[in-house]
Every structure is written in C-alpha cells, then in structure tokens.
C-alpha cells in the first residue's frame, strides 16, 4: 500500500511541476511596421532590462546609404556595442517584438518583414547578440509572410502565412545546448491572429 501512495505521489510531483515549470512565452513589447513611417536620418531607439543588463536597440534611416542598406541597426549591453548592422529598406518596414521566456526570465527579439524573419537573443558566455532563428531556415510555400507570435498558450512560433493557409513551427529552449530545438507543426493552418497574444 505504501508502495502505490508512493508512486502515485510521485507521479502528482512529476505532473504538477511539468505544469508549473513548462516553458512559457509571453510577447513584452511590439512596434509593428515601425520603419515604414520613419523620416530620413531620423532614430528611434528603445531600451529593455534583462537578467544580464540595460539592452538597448537603435534604429536609424540613412539619408545617403543605398536601398539596400539604408536601415542601420546598432545593439548595446550595458554600453557596450554588441551588434552593429546594415538592413535593406523593405516594403510596409520592419516589426520588432520582444518576446520573455518565463521560465528562466530571458528576452529574445524579432525583427520582421514581408520576406524575412529573425529571432535574436544576447548570448552572455559570447558577450554576443545571437540570431537563433532565421525564417530562410525553414521550409515554407513562396512568397509567404513570415513572423513570430507567442500563442495563448504560451507556445513561441514561426508562423509562415500566404491568403489564409500558414505553416507552424514551435520553438523550445534547449539550456543544454544554449539554443532552440523546434518542431514542424505542418501546415494547413488558419491565420493565427486569433491564438496570439
């Protein structure tokens, strides 16, 4: 009798701490085709608290620069440049979200347009801004939008979408291996407008 209220103990204690610990995502902040309105040489930038420090994110428009690189992207930690990149200017502009894993409490952030998108993280023992994802990466029909949405659920996805018919991908942190294991979800999907946060 012992025996089965011990197993059956241990198996609330193995259940109830999947629930209470599961990976969870929550979607912080979001500036949607914030480039599309910005005026020449003009920046705007936003800062964001972290569990390793101030990361601060700037974007600026280059009067000069060819269209290719006319958005210039630059990173801090802490006062300390970690990133510094030359974007194309892209229909509709580019949609940025930050994203907090609530689990372990880290930040990771896209940066969408109609043709690409990425998910970045800062990546302490590198003192480095990661792309950990990349929608190129990913298999998706042609001429499909894509971009990151956290779920009700709390699940992070890529989501690729073209006239009401998408493909999913679900994302999860691996610790072991400091970057994302993910699962293809498939495709026949409705818009996800209405699971997102």
């Known amino acids: 009798m012992r025996k089965c209220i011990a197993a059956v ?23 949607q085709n914030f480039t599309e309105g ?29 269209s290719e690189n006319q958005m210039h992207f630059i990173v801090w930690m802490d006062d300390k440049r970690i990133d510094d990149a030359h974007l194309p200017k892209v229909p509709y502009g580019y949609t940025f979200r930050v994203f907090k894993n609530t689990s372990n409490g880290d930040f990771f952030y896209s940066l969408e347009s109609v043709e690409r998108a990425c998910l970045y993280g ?60 993910y699962s293809d979800l498939g495709s026949g999907w409705s818009s996800i407008r209405g699971d997102k946060q």
């Open 122 to 181: 800062y990546s302490p023992s590198k003192g480095t801004l990661e792309i950990y994802v990349d929608s190129q990466n990913y298999a998706h029909e042609k001429g499909a939008y894509p971009y990151f949405v956290a779920l009700k659920n709390g699940d992070l996805i890529l989501a690729f979408e073209k006239d009401n018919n998408g493909r999913r991908y679900k994302f999860n942190w691996d610790a072991s291996a400091n970057w994302f294991g």
């Open 38 to 66: 910005m005026k020449n040489d003009q920046a705007l930038s936003e800062e964001f608290t972290t569990p390793y420090g101030i990361l601060k994110i700037q974007a600026r428009k280059l009067l000069q620069a060819k």
């Open 9 to 31: 103990l241990s198996l609330f204690i193995l259940t109830f701490g999947a629930v209470c610990f599961a990976e969870s995502y929550q979607m912080t902040y979001e500036a």
